[in-house]
């Protein structure tokens, strides 16, 4: 599948990398990809993004992702879920994070601050594997460039992705405008 993948769809990948080794994760997840997508510059998805004016919106939507993380990547409708039950999201988390430190609940890191070399040793040198959301982006991307007939795979499918798959993403994204209907007026309409 990565063969098909161009440049920018590739520096996603490799900037989705660089994300989790960054914080210590254990995988690169679907949080990591759309961070990826918002460090990109002059490629489909980039483009898309500016149009639909997130440009100058991209750190509130880092900080919306990196609050999904604190929160183990638990949306909105997953907190109201829990609260319905009598569960306190914020105050499990505040609580976690006050025994643990910041970010202790994110869904593969080690918590905020810890460092490339931290991660690196973590895996004996090697990188992160993709976890569960991010395989599921990476397939769903190669779904949705089947669909339009294309022969490549770009940022722009992946961004796609993100946003018809349920979860912290679509959520962050659907909150800054940028929606599938969104994103596909934009680049195809």
Do not use: C, N
């Not at 997130?54 to 919306?64: G, K, Q």
């Not at 992702?65 to 319905?84: I, P």
């Not at 722009?156 to 992705?161: C, D, I, K, R, S």
Request: glycine letters at 12%.
């Amino acid at each position: 599948m990565f063969e098909r993948f161009t440049k920018d769809a590739r520096a996603v990948v490799e900037g989705a990398f660089d994300h989790a080794q960054g914080e210590g994760a254990r995988s690169v997840d679907a949080e990591h990809l759309l961070l990826a997508v918002l460090d990109r510059e002059g490629s489909r998805a980039s483009f898309a993004l500016s149009a639909l004016g997130l440009a100058e919106r991209r750190e509130p939507v880092r900080r919306a992702v990196e609050e999904a993380r604190r929160r183990a990547g638990l949306t909105r409708a997953d907190t109201d879920a829990l609260a319905g039950l009598g569960i306190d999201v914020s105050e499990i988390v505040a609580r976690v994070e006050e025994a643990h430190g910041v970010g202790a609940l994110a869904m593969s890191g080690a918590g905020k601050g810890a460092s490339r070399t931290d991660g690196a040793s973590r895996w004996g040198g090697r990188r992160p594997g993709f976890g569960r959301t991010a395989k599921k982006v990476l397939e769903q991307s190669l779904r949705m460039a089947v669909g339009r007939g294309d022969r490549h795979i770009g940022d722009e499918h992946l961004l796609l992705a993100l946003t018809v798959l349920p979860g912290a993403p679509a959520e962050v994204l659907a909150d800054a405008g940028v929606t599938h209907a969104s994103v596909t007026r934009v680049l195809y309409g």
